[in-house]
């Protein structure tokens, strides 16, 4: 079935560092979500891409994503502690409107 | 209001026990779902009502029971878990589920913990 894996799992950087976590389907994807959940918290929607090679800003945050809509990334500019949390890559299974999760990068900010 | 609201927040149960998880949603939306997520792994789709009606079960044990009393409401019904059901249990709900382009409001979450 679909898979949706995630790299890396963990990083750590120095506040003011870059941060990017990269998001691969085995299979092409109608659209992809990210969500961030906050440690103790619960996934909070970031953002949607539907359209090969889209590229949506938010603030620090640039979300792409892959011209054959089977990758995605989220890369974060001038880390702030923040920042801090894991985030989720998750596609729709098919057409059955399973969203599925991929593994989660969790990020560590260093003051 | 965008809020999705579970109760309790915490919850241990013993593996005899009987209890029920809620979850509430005013935004209209007419897909609910439950996940399960243990600590440091994704979220796990369990079940997925649309429109009130039980539209996926993910080869989810018996002793997990869902029930949708109505368009705003979802419960979980649990009955003789076992320990390494212990996680954190979401609930979520989104415009439709077979909707690809809507995103999914998720819950605070009930911390479970079987004894």
């Known amino acids: 079935g679909q898979q949706v894996m995630q790299i890396p799992q963990y990083q750590h950087v120095q506040e003011g560092e870059d941060f990017t976590t990269y998001c691969n389907s085995s299979t092409t994807l109608s659209n992809i979500q990210w969500y961030k959940q906050r440690p103790g918290g619960h996934p909070v929607f970031l953002i949607q891409l539907v359209k090969s090679g889209e590229v949506k800003k938010q603030k620090r945050l640039t979300f792409q994503f892959g011209e054959a809509k089977k990758n995605s990334s989220l890369h974060i500019t001038a880390t702030q502690t923040t920042d801090v949390g894991t985030y989720f890559c998750?596609?729709?299974?098919?057409?059955?409107?399973?969203?599925?999760f991929g593994q989660g990068t969790t990020l560590q900010v260093k003051p | 209001d965008t809020e999705v609201t579970q109760t309790p927040k915490h919850l241990v149960m013993g593996m005899t026990n009987k209890k029920s998880l809620k979850c509430e949603q005013h935004?209209?939306?007419?897909?609910m779902y439950w996940y399960k997520q243990k600590a440091k792994k994704p979220p796990e789709l369990m079940f997925v009502y649309s429109y009130e009606k039980l539209s996926i079960n993910e080869s989810v044990p018996s002793r997990f029971s869902p029930e949708c009393p109505n368009s705003s409401l979802l419960n979980l019904h649990l009955h003789a878990l076992q320990p390494e059901d212990s996680a954190l249990y979401l609930c979520a709900s989104s415009q439709a589920w077979t909707d690809m382009n809507t995103e999914a409001f998720f819950g605070q979450g009930t911390r479970l913990t079987v004894v």
């Open positions: 998750a596609g729709f299974r098919g057409n059955t409107g399973k969203l599925i």
């Open positions: 935004m209209g939306h007419r897909a």
